[in-house]
Nanobody
């Protein structure tokens, strides 16, 4: 059974940066995709970006250019570098792993709050 644990969230000023991490435990099958989602207050959870096990990335607008997703397969970790943070980036950020397009696992989430 795979478990995901996110970290790195917190309170940051507008224009600041945060780096989120998500570590997976257990054996991960390939191919797989690791993704970051976020859920703003009172809104639905939505995709931010994802990265395949061979390093292909996808970013969902409008964060393109401000966020960077990366992963370290040896450490079973995915990162989300977030720069130039805006108020609207506030929310709970979740990590998700999808194995072979079938099995999905979610982390418990980490809170990001951007304040003026």
């Amino acid at each position: 059974q795979v478990q995901l644990v996110e970290s790195g969230g917190g309170l940051v000023d507008i224009g600041g940066s945060l780096r989120l991490s998500c570590v997976a435990s257990g054996t991960i099958s390939s191919p797989n995709v690791m993704a970051w989602y976020r859920q703003p207050p009172g809104k639905q959870r939505d995709l931010v970006a994802h990265i395949t096990n061979d390093g292909r990335t996808f970013y969902k607008n409008p964060i393109l250019g401000r966020f960077t997703i990366s992963r370290d397969n040896a450490k079973k970790t995915v990162f989300l570098q977030m720069n130039s943070l805006k108020i609207e980036d506030t929310g709970v950020y979740y990590c998700k792993l999808t194995e072979r397009g079938v099995w999905e696992y979610w982390g418990q989430g980490t809170q990001v709050t951007v304040s003026s």
